[in-house]
């Protein structure tokens, strides 16, 4: 960069920089966004795992309890109809042994054909119990169906003993009922178990969930606000004017393009420095030789080389003097600027003598108050308050050498301090 008439001129590597990192922001423009809406996906991820956990394990549950009451309906009412097929039969059967008439033997066939199917139907219940009581019915059935058979065949007449053999068949078939009733009530444990574990699998998940969310939730904040705190960083360190070390941010690339904007605002800003601080050096350096010159000049004035001096001329002589040690002062402050730059201004405040710190100020100020020809006018309390003492004089020196700049030749400059408590006000 090169300064002309108070405006400077970029050179083209920084324009080069500049495109290069512009264009490194576009190929990484949504990645925050994409690292913020993860995070949300991620951390409702357990809150969605135990939603479809439950969904699913309360549909299972209520298909298990629709299973469960068909079966249970089917079973208790074929066990029903079994029970009362089998006194139907018994009826038809001992009125054909008492009648004998074919007819009556037909109903015994219909009755026992639909105790048949009914049989088939309970032969495909899934509890085993069943089965078995089932199949131990229909081979007793089929057995004395058989014993019917043959004595209708030759005319004759069942022996009473095998008529007999329905009441153990009856019993059977209560044994059948009994069972189909011990299914139901097992199903329904299992049922009622069931429910149970889900209620705990929904409680423990429930439980979990919170831990769960949160550590995601901190983790996805930690990766969020980690280079969120190296920026924040980074900007301190340029505020505080260290220049010297690169600014590194990692994370997501939005961020990183941001990180590296600001080590090339620092890199831009090391190289001010480095100009501002030459140029300081620079116009010390040639401030320091007029001002050995005059230093000279008036030391030749006071040891009255060229003549003598009277009273007055004797005091300007001294201002001057005073003078050239105030900005000779102050261009070693300059030269010193390097040194104190970045480091906080510590005020030294103490109880000053206010009134006498207005009169030292307009003592300096005394060569240029007779040039352009002022009178005083002066109506100053004695006053004294706290600050820092070089700060104050500073103030007082500016204001008072506008006011003289300003004031017209030959004019009247009045200057006044007046106590107001807790203020002291200076009025120029």
Not at 159 to 178: I, M
Not at 224 to 232: E, K
Not at 283 to 308: C, F, M, N, W, Y
Not at 322 to 347: D, H, M, T, V
């Amino acid at each position: 960069m090169s300064v002309i008439g108070g405006s400077y001129v970029a050179r083209p590597e920084a324009a080069q920089e500049t495109a290069s990192t512009r264009g490194g922001a576009r190929r990484g423009l949504h990645s925050l966004r994409t690292l913020v809406l993860a995070g949300y996906v991620i951390v409702s991820m357990p809150l969605i795992a135990i939603v479809l956990t439950a969904a699913l394990a309360v549909n299972r549950l209520a298909q298990q309890s629709e299973q469960l009451v068909y079966q249970s309906v089917l079973a208790t009412q074929n066990s029903r109809i079994l029970m009362e097929q089998l006194v139907g039969m018994e009826r038809a059967a001992r009125q054909y042994q008492v009648v004998n008439d074919d007819s009556l033997f037909e109903v015994y066939r219909d009755s026992r054909n639909q105790f048949v199917e009914t049989i088939e139907d309970l032969m495909g219940s899934p509890d085993r119990p069943i089965i078995r009581a089932v199949q131990s019915l229909a081979t007793r059935e089929a057995a004395l169906y058989s014993a019917i058979v043959r004595a209708a065949d030759a005319n004759d007449k069942a022996p009473s003993r095998t008529l007999d053999e329905f009441g153990v068949l009856r019993k059977s078939a209560r044994d059948v009922w009994l069972n189909s009733s011990r299914m139901v009530g097992r199903k329904v444990d299992r049922l009622d178990h069931s429910a149970r574990s889900l209620q705990a699998t929904l409680v423990w998940g429930s439980v979990l969930l919170v831990p769960a969310t949160l550590a995601l939730g901190i983790l996805f904040t930690w990766l969020i606000a980690r280079p969120v705190r190296q920026l924040d960083a980074a900007i301190n360190r340029l505020g505080d004017g260290e220049f010297d070390q690169p600014l590194v941010v990692k994370g997501p690339r939005d961020l990183e393009y941001l990180g590296e904007r600001l080590d090339w605002l620092r890199r831009r800003l090391e190289q001010l420095e480095q100009q501002k601080q030459k140029f300081l050096r620079t116009i010390s350096h040639e401030l320091k030789t007029p001002l050995a010159s005059l230093r000279e000049g008036s030391g030749l004035l006071t040891d009255q080389v060229v003549g003598e001096l009277n009273d007055e001329q004797r005091e300007i002589v001294r201002l001057l003097q005073a003078s050239g040690q105030k900005l000779q002062s102050q261009i070693e402050n300059l030269l010193n600027y390097n040194r104190i730059e970045g480091q906080y201004f510590a005020l030294n405040p103490r109880l000053i003598d206010f009134t006498a710190l207005v009169e030292r100020v307009l003592a300096e100020q005394q060569i240029t108050v007779r040039a352009r020809q002022l009178r005083l006018e002066k109506r100053m309390a004695q006053a004294s308050l706290w600050g820092d003492e070089d700060m104050l004089k500073n103030t007082v020196d500016n204001l008072l050498t506008n006011a003289i700049k300003y004031s017209p030749v030959s004019g009247r400059l009045h200057i006044s301090i007046t106590i107001d408590k807790p203020r002291v006000r200076l009025c120029v």
